[in-house]
């Protein structure tokens, strides 16, 4: 098994305001796997994906990522390890306004020992003629499609994505999927993508459903759809 979820539990604030976000959270992703994290806000979606991306810390149990514990590594640890096997999407796309296209994905390549050609990417993202040009000279869809190749051109072995087209258009928001269903397959990365849009689920291989802090379903998908047939 890949990656291993074990009893994860974490809570926020002290006292009479502590509350619990995540209260025992358990599941098993094969690699290349695609997994989707569905639930309404408060579920504790987010907070579990940050907990598998190591930028939080559980308060208890573990997550292993082939073989190697999260909680047992120092901070040196922590950051190799996101380096080594981590890409990250998020809904904002926190690209570096100075950098061009191009520059803005090679900055992921330079995180990585065997990083993908840039050049590749591009074209695989429909980006190649627009590389010398600046974000904000792009649209939004661009501007992720931009953040995509940074968090792929890295090689990652698993790729995080917290609702990559909250903030697109129904028609950007499929092209996005479409690239992401293309990462998943092209390059074998296990995908893991907090979404509360309910019909992003039938393109997983996995859907994990979240409320109140604990899993209500676990469900592999047995007909599962391409992006391209997704309707909402």
């Known amino acids: 098994m890949f ?3 074990c009893d ?13 976000v995540l209260k025992g959270i358990s599941f098993e992703l094969e690699k290349g796997e695609f997994c989707v994290l569905l639930g309404p806000s408060g579920s ?10 190591g930028i939080d810390r559980a308060d208890s149990g573990h997550i292993s990522i082939g073989g ?4 047992d590594m120092n901070e040196k640890a922590l950051t190799r ?4 096997h981590l890409g ?16 803005n994905i090679e900055v ?11 050049d590749d990417i591009l074209k695989t993202l429909d980006l190649y003629e627009h590389r010398h040009k600046l974000p904000n000279q792009l649209s939004g869809g661009q501007q992720q499609r931009t953040a995509i190749g940074r968090a792929i051109v890295k090689n990652p072995d698993i790729l995080l994505c917290d609702e990559p087209t909250g903030a697109l258009d129904y028609n950007t928001s499929k092209e996005i999927l479409r690239l992401i269903e293309t990462v998943n397959q092209k390059y074998g990365s296990t995908v893991i993508m907090v979404t509360h849009n309910d019909a992003i689920k039938n393109m997983a291989d996995r859907v994990v459903k979240l409320r109140d ?3 209500r379903k676990n469900t592999l998908n047995e007909h599962k759809q391409s992006a391209d047939e997704l309707d909402w």
């Open 213 to 215: 802090g604990v899993i």
């Open 3 to 5: 990656i291993e979820i």
């Open 88 to 103: 990250y999407i998020f809904q904002m796309y926190n690209l570096i306004p100075n950098l061009n296209i191009k520059e």
């Open 108 to 118: 992921g390549a330079y995180l990585s020992d065997n990083p993908l050609d840039v």
């Open 44 to 53: 504790g979606k987010s907070t579990l994906l940050n907990i598998i991306g």
């Open 8 to 20: 994860i539990k974490k809570a926020f604030g002290e006292g009479e305001s502590r509350v619990e």
């Open 68 to 71: 190697e514990k999260t909680a």
């Open 81 to 84: 390890y996101r380096r080594k």
